[in-house]
């Protein structure tokens, strides 16, 4: 039997703090192929930076009323949305920093939003384990769907399979037709709230992990099998992203502490925390990687943005 290699470890180096928050910061878009991050949380303020110019200064696109924990942008479109909670959706022109479209849902926590260009769909998950649907072309409300009686915490899109996986803080996770909102799957392995999801690239796997600390894998073409499971943190897990060329799967916690790890395997690669990279002091709570730099973004309980460079190992070494 062949052994097989460990993946090679990446260097990750924090480049650069990004300060200008009044409290905790929650919610981050940003995606490969841009370089601006958008930043929200606790004071409700938004505002835009720059992934390759991090020494630069932030700049205000909105402020709200509450806190935000979601944020999504459209770039097609121009638009920048956000869950203000307790208020509903606000859809931000970028261009013109101003409020394009406003939608009421019910007066709950707005934890996440995902958008289905097949199907031109905005989907919300809510406190009061309501799914709300709202119509891509004006955001107008179409359906209300309740799932728990717990929050759900959090979305993943398939849009091949026509699949939306849904995080609840009743411990399941729930895959839904895109279209009738049916239940094709319930996965309970969870011991504790599921906080965050991610479909891998190549879409065969679904990640999700949350309160109980493990980050576990689930084969999507078979009717979500669990494949394996790791214990990934030592407190909850509140997200999970993949890089933009799909070589890394990065992991942050209320331990304060990001992981990054080969998503072939799930063997962890590097940690980044205070004591080995001067990373955050409190919970790690978003994280996204924009541009093609391979540069990762991180937001804390501490009030600020991290940018990080992973650096790819030549080959070779």
């Not at 809510?126 to 709202?134: H, N």
């Not at 398939?158 to 995080?167: F, I, M, N, Q």
């Not at 890394?248 to 992981?259: E, G, H, V």
């Amino acid at each position: 039997m062949l052994a097989t290699s460990s993946p090679p470890r990446p260097t990750a180096t924090r480049l650069a703090t990004l300060a200008g928050h009044q409290d905790a910061v929650y919610a981050l878009a940003g995606r490969p192929g841009a370089d601006h991050v958008y930043s929200s949380g606790a004071d409700g303020l938004v505002v835009a930076w720059d992934a390759a110019h991090p020494e630069a200064d932030g700049q205000l696109v909105a402020r709200v009323e509450n806190s935000v924990y979601a944020l999504l942008e459209l770039p097609a479109r121009g638009l920048l949305l956000l869950g203000n909670n307790f208020q509903g959706v606000q859809a931000i022109d970028l261009q013109e920093k101003k409020l394009a479209y406003a939608t009421a849902l019910p007066p709950v926590a707005i934890f996440d939003l995902v958008y289905s260009e097949s199907r031109q769909r905005l989907y919300c998950a809510l406190g009061d384990g309501t799914l709300a649907v709202l119509r891509g072309t004006d955001f107008r409300l179409e359906n209300l769907v309740r799932l728990s009686d717990k929050s759900l915490r959090c979305l993943a899109l398939h849009e091949k399979r026509g699949e939306l996986a849904v995080g609840s803080s009743d411990w399941k996770t729930y895959v839904l037709d895109l279209d009738s909102l049916a239940a094709k799957a319930t996965l309970t392995e969870a011991t504790n709230s599921v906080f965050t999801l991610a479909y891998s690239p190549d879409g065969q796997h679904l990640l999700a992990a949350g309160r109980d600390a493990h980050l576990r894998r689930y084969r999507v073409t078979e009717g979500y099998p669990l494949a394996d499971s790791v214990v990934a943190h030592m407190y909850a897990i509140n997200h999970l992203a993949f890089s933009g060329d799909g070589r890394y799967l990065a992991s942050c916690s209320l331990d304060k502490s990001i992981k990054l790890w080969d998503p072939a395997s799930l063997a962890l690669l590097r940690v980044l925390d205070r004591a080995r990279t001067a990373g955050h002091g409190t919970s790690v709570n978003k994280l996204v990687w924009p541009g093609a730099q391979q540069r990762l973004v991180s937001c804390s309980d501490d009030r600020s943005l991290a940018v990080w460079q992973v650096q790819l190992p030549t080959t070779g070494e």
